[in-house]
């Protein structure tokens, strides 16, 4: 859970009016899209925070994403695959070419990145699986 706090702050100058810039986490973005292209490569789409401003200046994103084994596939049905990606900048798509493994179903979530921190992950998209094949 990510704990927000509230600040007030007063300022006074005997110049003029002063200006504070206020900075702020990036809001979730919406449930990404996640595509099977071929085997194990995998294309996952997001898009921006709709409330991201000036304020937010997102910087990056983390995607994360889960695997579970396709039990009537795999060798091993308890095997799992978790992991992070950071994708650097305001790209909004990332293609999974050697994270991922065979027989797996796979769900990806993406959260924001600026400099005050990581916002909160959006929803995990619907799964797609991996197969054989490059």
Same mark, same amino acid.
């Given at each position: 859970?990510?704990?927000?706090?509230?600040?007030?702050?007063?300022?006074?100058?005997?110049?003029?009016?002063?200006?504070?810039?206020?900075?702020? #986490?990036?809001?979730?973005?919406?449930?990404?899209?996640?595509?099977?292209?071929?085997?194990?490569?995998?294309?996952? $789409?997001?898009?921006?925070?709709?409330?991201?401003?000036?304020?937010?200046?997102?910087?990056?994103?983390?995607?994360?994403?889960?695997? $579970?084994?396709?039990?009537? #596939?795999?060798?091993?049905?308890?095997?799992?695959?978790?992991?992070?990606?950071?994708?650097?900048?305001? $790209?909004?798509?990332?293609?999974?070419?050697?994270?991922?493994?065979?027989?797996?179903?796979?769900?990806?979530?993406?959260?924001?990145?600026?400099?005050?921190?990581?916002? =909160?992950?959006? =929803?995990?998209?619907?799964?797609v699986k991996t197969?054989?094949?490059k």
């Amino acid at each position: 859970m990510m704990l927000i706090s509230t600040l007030t702050v007063r300022v006074t100058s005997s110049v003029g009016d002063p200006s504070v810039a206020v900075r702020r #986490l990036p809001s979730k973005p919406r449930r990404p899209v996640a595509v099977n292209n071929r085997g194990i490569y995998v294309t996952v $789409k997001w898009t921006r925070p709709e409330d991201d401003d000036e304020a937010a200046d997102v910087t990056g994103y983390v995607i994360k994403y889960c695997g $579970k084994a396709l039990i009537y #596939l795999a060798k091993n049905p308890n095997i799992d695959d978790d992991g992070e990606v950071h994708v650097d900048g305001i $790209k909004t798509r990332f293609r999974f070419t050697f994270q991922l493994k065979r027989f797996m179903s796979y769900q990806f979530a993406v959260a924001a990145n600026n400099n005050v921190g990581r916002g =909160e992950f959006s =929803e995990f998209s619907y799964s797609v699986k991996t197969s054989t094949g490059k």
